[in-house]
């Protein structure tokens, strides 16, 4: 059973912080050591709290997603700069013109994985981008076009930023550790799908591919989008004639060009193959 004020007999937390915005003003009330400790800004933000910050960074997202039922998702990783087709004149290269094909790539095959996430009444296969926009918008988007819900994952930056429209707003998280953002993509990943992208995407991709070669983590569908851009970008067969990788280290991931190719190899997939 939950355990929650039913089930136990003492008085519950909020119920407190609540008494404590109707106490008397005085300069003792007032004073910072006297508020709760759990709702003191000023307290929960030093620097000897940093661990109790990450505790709570894993644990929010995590309950939330627990108690909606998600079981699995499917992680979306792309350029936040790559831009609708429509939009692609917007472009500051030719290449993210070009490359503009991939954001609907990215929406089609997020609708198609959530049409089938939504037989399972949206607790498998569930969508999760970063929750900004280009790819991460398709995805969302592509989510949102077949009528189901997507998580987004944002982070603070410096610039001023807001999630995609297009995130299901009560699966909207915000994080300040880039390092508890990674576990959450990956903790439920049913499979990871690569964009093209910049530094983010590329730090997210060998993050993972890490983790699978080295067996922290299952072997899962790892696939990239468009074989010419990262054949251009990386010389993935000179990492294994130097001897930097094993040869088999080449089969842990394959390239894609569409979004039903993709969802093809998902749904035939079988663990460890």
């Not at 759990?38 to 000897?48: A, H, K, L, P």
């Not at 995805?139 to 819900?149: E, I, K, L, V």
């Not at 880039?178 to 499979?191: E, N």
């Amino acid at each position: 059973m939950k355990d929650d004020a039913r089930n136990h007999p003492f008085r519950d937390s909020q119920q407190d912080v609540e008494a404590a915005h109707r106490i008397p003003d005085t300069p003792q009330t007032r004073a910072p050591a006297y508020r709760l400790a759990f709702t003191d800004n000023d307290f929960m933000c030093r620097e000897e709290l940093r661990p109790v910050r990450l505790q709570l960074e894993l644990l929010k997202p995590q309950m939330i997603l627990d108690e909606r039922g998600i079981e699995s998702t499917i992680v979306m990783f792309g350029g936040a700069r790559i831009p609708e087709p429509a939009k692609k004149d917007t472009a500051r290269t030719k290449t993210l013109a070009d490359l503009s094909r991939f954001y609907d790539e990215a929406r089609t095959f997020a609708r198609l994985m959530t049409e089938r996430s939504m037989q399972s009444y949206g607790r498998e296969d569930v969508i999760v981008t970063g929750g900004g926009p280009g790819v991460m918008e398709a995805g969302n988007r592509g989510a949102d076009d077949a009528g189901g819900s997507s998580i987004g994952l944002n982070i603070v930056l410096p610039h001023e930023q807001a999630p995609n429209e297009y995130v299901t707003p009560d699966l909207s998280f915000n994080f300040h550790y880039f390092a508890i953002r990674k576990m959450h993509f990956l903790m439920r990943a049913k499979a990871i799908c690569i964009f093209p992208g910049g530094f983010g995407t590329l730090d997210e991709m060998f993050e993972s591919l890490t983790l699978i070669q080295t067996g922290r983590m299952r072997r899962v569908p790892f696939l990239l989008f468009g074989r010419a851009f990262w054949e251009k970008i990386i010389n993935w067969q000179a990492l294994a004639d130097a001897g930097t990788i094993s040869a088999e280290d080449l089969d842990l991931f394959q390239f894609v060009e569409t979004a039903e190719e993709a969802v093809k190899i998902i749904t035939e997939w079988k663990d460890g193959c």
